[in-house]
């Protein structure tokens, strides 16, 4: 059984900062493609960074320059880093592990993150 455990949300003043982990259980978190995604209410579901087995990274743009995703194999967990908030950034993030070629899609339970202006 695959589970991945998102946590590190919480309320934060702009420009403060958050960092976000989702560790695996059940699962080498290195062998999957591990994104994050936000969901604000009433919005639908969006990409905000992405890592690949190998390593590379991709951002869309609202966090590029703000946000880092990195992955530590040891502690099989994925983390992300958010600087410079933005109460625009207020979402339950979700963690998200793929693995196409082995049809393996998991999710994370969400954590909330909410930030005031």
């Known amino acids: 059984q695959v589970q991945l455990v998102e946590s590190g949300g919480g309320l934060v003043q702009a420009g403060g900062s958050l960092r976000l982990s989702c560790t695996a259980s059940?699962?080498?978190?290195?062998?999957?493609?591990v994104g994050w995604y936000r969901q604000a209410p009433g919005k639908q579901r969006e990409l905000v960074a992405a890592?690949?087995?190998?390593?590379?990274?991709n951002y869309a743009d609202s966090a590029k320059g703000r946000f880092t995703i990195s992955r530590d194999n040891a502690k099989n967990t994925v983390y992300l880093q958010m600087n410079d908030l933005k109460p625009e950034d207020t979402a339950v993030y979700y963690c998200?592990?793929?693995?196409?070629?082995?049809?393996?899609?998991?999710w994370g339970q969400g954590t909330q993150v909410t930030v005031s202006s």
């Open positions: 998200n592990a793929v693995r196409a070629s082995w049809r393996l899609d998991y």
């Open positions: 059940g699962a080498i978190v290195s062998i999957f493609g």
């Open positions: 890592i690949s087995s190998s390593g590379s990274t």
